[in-house]
């Protein structure tokens, strides 16, 4: 029996809707990798699924400590091997966790952070994966500076509203970004509801496995 959580879970509708569309191309992707970061997991949601439909993946949870509390008891709920309690990560802090992963996840994080949030994310990641590590983020992006639907318009309008420092980023300055940090681009997925899904691999061939790993 699962174990009971220590509070009520979180809940985001948005998960439920884009989890599926989200699995299919992860099973794909994934499919030879063996540890995968999640950076900014949120309610936890999305972690707990992927781990149960991707069994040979040991999936490490992180957030800022205020999200905490719903990670866990999303986790803790399901009661599943291959979770790791989440991480406290900012990813403008200097010091990234020392993990031992070939593969980092994110679903709507960067129109969520800052810019210099996302440069920090980039450089975080290029320095974690090691050669032939995958990055693949989940959200909507613009191409050549323009949306590529009217929702997303509105969507941006919305975050920018929020919180000035934040909107959907352009597909061609996150290139730049991923170029600089050693990734270069392996797949851009259309995914439902004007998102996309990139998947960036770190330079280097054949894939390293990282230590402990084998």
Known sequence: MPLQPTQPR???????????????????????????????????QHAVYFARYLPWLFWQTSDQAEH?????????????????LPLLLDVRQPDWPALAVDA???????????????????????????????????GPFNYGGEYTSAGNARFDQWLQQRDP???????EDLAQLAQAAGLHLREDVGMP????????????????VPSGMA
């Open 68 to 84: 905490h509390p719903g990670i866990r008891a999303w986790l803790t709920d399901a009661a599943l091997p291959n979770t790791g």
């Open 10 to 44: 979180p809940f985001a509708e948005s998960c439920e809707q884009n989890r599926d569309p989200i699995l299919a191309v992860l099973r794909r992707l994934f499919a030879d990798r063996r540890q995968v970061l999640e950076i900014g997991s949120g309610t936890g």
């Open 193 to 208: 509801a004007n998102n996309r899904m990139l998947c960036w691999e770190k330079a280097g061939w054949p894939r390293a």
């Open 165 to 171: 420092a934040s909107g959907v980023r352009n597909f």
């Open 104 to 138: 980092v996840f994110s679903a709507n994080t960067l129109h969520i952070m800052s810019w210099p949030a996302v440069e920090a994310c980039f450089a975080g990641v290029g320095r974690l994966l090691p050669a032939g590590g995958q990055f693949a983020v989940y």
